[in-house]
């Protein structure tokens, strides 16, 4: 069974920076596809930014060059650092395995 725990949410103020992390349970953590999604009130869930087992990367327009995916595979865990922080960022961040195993998700609210 396939578990995924998150950490690093919390609350900062606009333009600051968080940094989240998911570790994940299971020998196969190195081959598959890991991402981080967001859920925020009153909108559906939508995808901030995945990563392939080898290293591409792509992102959600509203976050590109401000958020960075990534993974290290000797610790079974994949980050999102998130810089420039705006009220919108806002949300419920949850980590996804492979389009088939989700966490149960770290707040994170943007706010002064």
């Known amino acids: 069974q396939v578990q995924l725990v998150e950490s690093g949410g919390g609350l900062v103020q606009p333009g600051g920076s968080l940094r989240l992390s998911c570790v994940a349970s299971?020998?196969?953590?190195?081959?598959?596809?890991m991402a981080w999604y967001r859920e925020a009130p009153g909108k559906e869930r939508e995808l901030v930014a995945a990563?392939?087992?080898?290293?591409?990367?792509n992102y959600a327009d509203s976050v590109k060059g401000r958020f960075t995916i990534s993974r290290d595979n000797a610790k079974n865990t994949v980050y999102l650092q998130m810089n420039s922080l705006k009220p919108e960022d806002t949300a419920v961040y949850l980590c996804?395995?492979?389009?088939?195993?989700w966490g149960q998700g770290t707040q994170v609210t943007v706010s002064s």
């Open positions: 996804n395995m492979n389009r088939a195993y």
């Open positions: 990563i392939t087992s080898g290293g591409a990367t």
């Open positions: 299971g020998r196969l953590f190195s081959s598959y596809v």
